[in-house]
T-cell receptor, first 112, second 109 residues
Framework: DTEVTQTPKHLVMGMTNKKSLKCEQHMGHRAMYWYKQKAKKPPELMFV???????INESVPSRFSPECPNSSLLNLHLHALQPEDSALYLC???????????FGSGTRLTVV | RKEVEQDPGPFNVPEGATVAFNCTYS??????FFWYRQDCRKEPKLLMS???SGNEDGRFTAQLNRASQYISLLIRDSKLSDSATYLC??????????FGKGTMLLVSP
């Protein structure tokens, strides 16, 4: 299995909703990442988990809360988002940090 | 500031043409280099890693010049399916990857 699986593929949520994005990989990768990508921009790093511990938080607002339940799973909990948070949210994994990533297909989030 | 700079394009080329993209990076500690391809509204996909000696994968050739901190990607015999945005990416040791803003390629019939 050489894939990173993200669910859901599309999500529309109101500003008062709580939702979660899920990411799963079974490649034995020990580094997992959340990225945010707006149209015509490169991916922006949000969080890095290395060996299931949060190693990097790029000053992301607290309305985004990551969780790594085990070495194969990565969640992103969303609460009280703003319309400007609408974007493609990408999960990625790599054997170790700094190596080439495998990206999931992303969750396209719209906040209304 | 660690940056990767690319010409955003778009590069408009006919089928069968050869096209080259360039990228410069500012972090001299960069140790790993990649080209990713991203189709519209899709996730980035690893196209190829870039090695110091240069490397080739079919119609794609990547070159690295560490002294000039410059990376290139050459695509020969362009296909319509090559139309995409090409992201230049660097990594330094155990830190995360740094993405360029991408170069858009449009191949026309």
């Amino acid at each position: 299995d050489t894939e990173v699986t993200q669910t859901p593929k599309h999500l529309v949520m109101g500003m008062t909703n709580k939702k979660s994005l899920k990411c799963e990989q079974h490649m034995g990768h020990r580094a997992m990442y959340w990225y945010k990508q707006k149209a015509k921009k490169p991916p922006e790093l949000m969080f890095v988990y290395s060996y299931e511990k949060l190693s990097i938080n790029e000053s992301v607002p607290s309305r985004f809360s990551p969780e790594c339940p085990n070495s194969s799973l990565l969640n992103l909990h969303l609460h009280a988002l703003q319309p400007e948070d609408s974007a493609l949210y990408l999960c990625a994994s790599s054997q170790v940090t700094g190596e080439g990533y495998t990206f999931g297909s992303g969750t396209r989030l719209t906040v209304v | 500031r660690k940056e990767v700079e690319q010409d955003p394009g778009p590069f408009n080329v006919p089928e069968g043409a050869t096209v080259a993209f360039n990228c410069t990076y500012s972090n001299s500690a960069s140790q790993s280099f990649f080209w990713y391809r991203q189709d519209c509204r899709k996730e980035p996909k690893l196209l190829m890693s870039v090695y110091s000696s240069g490397n080739e994968d079919g119609r794609f050739t990547a070159q690295l010049n560490r002294a000039s901190q410059y990376i290139s990607l050459l695509i020969r015999d362009s296909k319509l399916s090559d139309s995409a945005t090409y992201l230049c990416v660097t990594g330094s040791g155990y830190s995360t990857l740094t993405f360029g803003k991408g170069t858009m390629l449009l191949v026309s019939p």
